[in-house]
C-alpha cells in the first residue's frame, strides 16, 4: 500500500481540483462572500476557495463553508439584536431632540 498520489489527497481535502462547469483546472484564492439575511447584509473577506479561471465558478471545501455560515448567521442574529435595542433608544433620542440624521441605522462588519 503506498501513498496516495497529490490529486487524491487534495480531493481528500475536499479541494476541487477540476471546474464542473467548464473542466478547467481550478486555483486556490481568497474571496469574499457576501450574506443577507434579516434585512442585514454581512461579507466575510480572506475565505480560502477553488477558483476557475475561465469562468469564475468558485468552490468552498464544506467545512470550511459550514464553519463560515455559522459564523455569520450568529453574527447576523446577534446583531439584529443589538440593531433593535440601538434602534429603540435613537428613536426616543431623536423624538426628544431632533438632529439631521439618517432615516436607517446600519452596522458594517470588516476586519
Request: glycine share 8%.
Given at each position: 500500500?503506498?501513498?496516495?498520489?497529490?490529486?487524491?489527497?487534495?480531493?481528500?481535502k475536499g479541494l476541487i481540483?477540476?471546474?464542473?462547469?467548464?473542466?478547467t483546472k481550478t486555483e486556490?484564492?481568497?474571496?469574499?462572500?457576501?450574506?443577507?439575511?434579516?434585512?442585514?447584509?454581512?461579507?466575510?473577506?480572506?475565505?480560502?476557495?477553488?477558483?476557475?479561471?475561465?469562468?469564475?465558478?468558485?468552490?468552498?471545501?464544506?467545512?470550511?463553508?459550514?464553519?463560515?455560515?455559522?459564523?455569520?448567521?450568529?453574527?447576523?442574529?446577534?446583531?439584529?439584536?443589538?440593531?433593535?435595542?440601538?434602534?429603540?433608544?435613537?428613536?426616543?433620542?431623536?423624538?426628544?431632540?431632533?438632529?439631521?440624521?439618517?432615516?436607517?441605522?446600519?452596522?458594517?462588519?470588516?476586519?
Amino acid at each position: 500500500m503506498g501513498n496516495p498520489n497529490p490529486k487524491e489527497k487534495k480531493e481528500m481535502k475536499g479541494l476541487i481540483a477540476t471546474c464542473s462547469e467548464c473542466g478547467t483546472k481550478t486555483e486556490l484564492q481568497e474571496i469574499s462572500i457576501e450574506f443577507e439575511r434579516k434585512a442585514i447584509r454581512a461579507t466575510m473577506s480572506g475565505v480560502l476557495a477553488m477558483v476557475c479561471p475561465n469562468c469564475g465558478e468558485k468552490y468552498v471545501p464544506g467545512d470550511i463553508a459550514g464553519d463560515v455560515i455559522e459564523v455569520v448567521s450568529r453574527t447576523i442574529d446577534e446583531t439584529e439584536g443589538l440593531l433593535k435595542r440601538t434602534e429603540a433608544h435613537r428613536k426616543s433620542l431623536l423624538s426628544e431632540l431632533p438632529v439631521l440624521a439618517a432615516k436607517q441605522l446600519e452596522l458594517t462588519l470588516s476586519t
